[in-house]
């Protein structure tokens, strides 16, 4: 599976580690948010390098089932807020990108692409899009997803 994703990766233009492709398709407003099945040893799906970047395309942050690298360093970037379940300094590692806005799966929520994010001190939550419709701003964080399989 890992050389079929890669394959692909470099027939599309892709460059660097799968963990970075999504971060070069968000804009401005959008959430990143990544299942890796709760996974925090090895399962670090960003350091700080990646949480720049993150902070650079969106001005908003990232939502992940998964753990991060360099907690500290990442709490300092201007424009980044994050929601993970721990941290950890491994790499990622026995994971594989499986889809980029794709419907993902973080605690018991299912998250579709462009679904909107409620993200709070003690927790997150994100609500069904249509009945808000009317009600809210259009520029509200979405969501960019990162699918992944370990």
Known sequence: MQAAVAAEG??????????SWVINELQMGDTMVADGYGKIIEGTLIGS????????????????DA?????????????LNGF???YDPSAWAQMQL?????????GRAIVLPGDLVLAKRDGVIFPQRWPLRR??????????????LN
């Not at 390098?49 to 992940?64: K, M």
């Not at 753990?67 to 424009?79: C, K, V, W």
């Open 67 to 79: 753990g991060i690298r360099d907690q500290e360093e990442n709490r300092q970037i201007l424009n």
């Open 84 to 86: 993970y379940r721990g």
């Open 135 to 148: 009600l809210v701003r259009p520029n509200l964080p979405t969501c960019k997803m990162l699918s992944t």
């Open 98 to 106: 499986t889809g980029i806005n794709v419907p993902v799966r973080i």
């Open 10 to 19: 470099k027939s599309e233009g892709r460059v660097s580690g799968t963990n």
């Open 49 to 64: 390098n990646l949480g720049s970047g993150i902070a650079a395309h969106t001005h908003s942050g990232f939502i992940f």
